[in-house]
């Protein structure tokens, strides 16, 4: 596989994570912990289906403890701490630090072998910042000291992803199929703490069960197995900086599905994020044969 190849198949994941919170309103009143459990879940069994055709490939959950580490601590401390940061404070905050992540991994990224930051990889990524800011103080995000502790966890959140993601990267060799054992372990602890400080709500109709599987099977599934093959095998800095879109493309959906609205603030960071996006990946688009 090319690093284009690869890079195009991360990209895949971003837009794969834009649909999350669409989705994740269609769940309905489910407790986010429980929802975490029941998706990672189906994310692990539906990897799991195509081990039938590979037998082989189970062979990938045999990892060294560290590796069980990076990958279990990579999804389950992201996602326990961003929900944390959505209990403790309002949304538009804590997305506004939680999506400090792609601008780490851009600038962790210069720590790999072989991997060297150039300006217009940071000029991306700066970009991409404004852009996000931008979009998510039009939408009314305020920082206010009563939220400190929510806005604390989104921001540790950021670090523990980019950590993850790079150290993807040193952690080449592991196959891809070991973000099967990861995400069933993610859904194991999920369900752990879900069952110490959560009350289980099932889903109430068809269109809330729909949700959940769509989520398991896509951006709580799929885009994780694509983030790991676009952070192991494609250009790890345009993949930072794309992935400012994914709060941008989230906004869209939302508004498509009736959940927002379209705003000239909207079409300011649209322009910033795209502008950062192409910036970053000018050695991708106008590379030589």
Same mark, same amino acid.
């Given at each position: 596989?090319?690093?284009?190849?690869?890079?195009?198949?991360?990209?895949?994941?971003?837009?794969?994570?834009?649909?999350?919170?669409?989705?994740?309103?269609?769940?309905?009143?489910?407790?986010?912990?429980?929802?975490?459990?029941?998706?990672?879940?189906?994310?692990?069994?539906?990897?799991?289906?195509?081990?039938?055709?590979?037998?082989?490939?189970?062979?990938?959950?045999?990892?060294?403890?560290?590796?069980?580490?990076?990958?279990?601590?990579?999804?389950?401390?992201?996602?326990?701490?961003?929900?944390?940061?959505?209990?403790?404070?309002?949304?538009?905050?804590?997305?506004?630090?939680?999506?400090?992540?792609?601008?780490?991994?851009?600038?962790?990224?210069?720590?790999?072998?072989?991997?060297? &930051?150039? #300006?217009?990889?940071?000029?991306?990524?700066?970009?991409? %910042? @404004?852009?996000? /800011? *931008? $979009?998510?103080? =039009?939408? +009314?995000?305020?920082?206010?000291?009563?939220?400190?502790?929510?806005?604390?966890?989104?921001?540790?959140?950021?670090?523990?992803?980019?950590?993850?993601?790079?150290?993807?990267?040193?952690?080449?060799?592991?196959?891809?199929?070991?973000?099967?054992?990861?995400?069933?372990?993610?859904?194991?602890?999920?369900?752990?703490?879900?069952?110490?400080?959560?009350?289980?709500?099932?889903?109430?109709?068809?269109?809330?069960?729909?949700?959940?599987?769509?989520?398991?099977?896509?951006?709580?599934?799929?885009?994780?197995?694509?983030?790991?093959?676009?952070?192991?095998?494609?250009?790890?800095?345009?993949?930072?900086?794309?992935?400012?879109?994914?709060?941008?493309?989230?906004?869209?959906? &939302?508004? #498509?599905?009736?959940?927002?609205?379209?705003?000239?603030? %909207? @079409?300011?960071? /649209? *322009? $910033?994020?795209? =502008?950062? +996006?192409?910036?970053?990946?000018?050695?991708?688009?106008?590379?030589?044969?």
């Amino acid at each position: 596989m090319t690093p284009h190849t690869a890079t195009l198949i991360g990209l895949s994941a971003i837009l794969m994570w834009s649909l999350l919170a669409v989705l994740t309103v269609r769940t309905g009143t489910i407790p986010p912990f429980q929802l975490a459990a029941m998706t990672f879940a189906i994310g692990a069994v539906a990897a799991g289906t195509g081990w039938i055709l590979r037998p082989g490939a189970i062979r990938a959950l045999r990892q060294p403890p560290l590796v069980w580490v990076v990958g279990v601590g990579g999804l389950f401390g992201y996602h326990a701490l961003y929900f944390l940061a959505l209990r403790l404070a309002p949304p538009a905050e804590a997305g506004l630090l939680n999506y400090l992540w792609p601008l780490l991994i851009v600038l962790f990224s210069s720590a790999l072998p072989g991997e060297r &930051l150039k #300006l217009h990889h940071l000029g991306g990524a700066l970009l991409g %910042l @404004a852009g996000t /800011a *931008l $979009l998510l103080v =039009g939408n +009314g995000a305020a920082l206010d000291q009563a939220h400190w502790p929510g806005l604390a966890a989104a921001f540790v959140a950021a670090f523990v992803w980019a950590t993850y993601s790079v150290l993807s990267r040193r952690l080449k060799a592991v196959p891809t199929d070991a973000v099967a054992g990861f995400c069933l372990a993610t859904a194991a602890l999920a369900a752990l703490v879900h069952g110490a400080i959560e009350t289980t709500v099932w889903p109430q109709s068809l269109s809330e069960w729909l949700a959940i599987v769509a989520l398991g099977i896509g951006p709580v599934g799929a885009a994780f197995y694509a983030w790991d093959i676009g952070m192991k095998r494609g250009d790890i800095r345009v993949l930072g900086a794309a992935s400012y879109a994914t709060p941008l493309l989230s906004t869209g959906f &939302l508004i #498509l599905a009736g959940y927002s609205r379209p705003t000239a603030s %909207l @079409a300011l960071a /649209a *322009l $910033l994020i795209a =502008g950062g +996006g192409l910036l970053a990946a000018k050695n991708m688009l106008l590379r030589r044969s």
